[in-house]
């Protein structure tokens, strides 16, 4: 069983950064894909960032291409969601999550999730 804490969020005004961490415990989550997603109120939890076991690989949605930046550091068990450039439409909950493999961009393929951490973007 892994459990997954998430960090980071805040208030920020638009055109600000956000460092978000992933820190998972009882589990390495080295052996895994690590996503983030996000959830803004009366929508639909939403696919972020994905990165790969060793980091080679990286996935954004369309909404992050460019301003949002997924690492990891295996030795630290953390994964990290770097977002510049925050617009008010980014205010949400943000989740990251565990999974063996499978659709990145699918929440069926997470097994584990964190409890989320609030961006809020202001205008």
């Known amino acids: 069983q892994v459990q997954l804490v998430e960090s980071g969020g805040g208030l920020v005004q638009a055109g600000g950064s956000l460092r978000l961490s992933c820190a998972a415990s009882?589990?390495?989550?080295?052996?895994?894909?690590v996503g983030w997603f996000r959830q803004a109120p009366g929508k639909e939890r939403e696919f972020v960032a994905a990165?790969?076991?060793?980091?080679?690989?990286?996935y954004y949605s369309d909404s992050a291409k460019g301003r949002f930046t997924i690492s990891r550091d295996n030795a630290e068990n953390t994964v990290y969601l770097q977002m510049n450039g925050l617009k008010p439409e980014d205010t949400a909950v943000y989740y990251c999550?565990?999974?063996?493999?499978?659709?990145?961009?699918?929440?069926?393929?997470?097994?584990?999730w964190g409890q989320g951490t609030q961006v809020t973007v202001s205008s």
């Open positions: 999550a565990r999974s063996p493999g499978g659709a990145v961009i699918a929440e069926y393929s997470y097994d584990s």
């Open positions: 009882g589990r390495t989550v080295s052996s895994a894909f």
């Open positions: 990165i790969t076991r060793t980091g080679g690989r990286t």
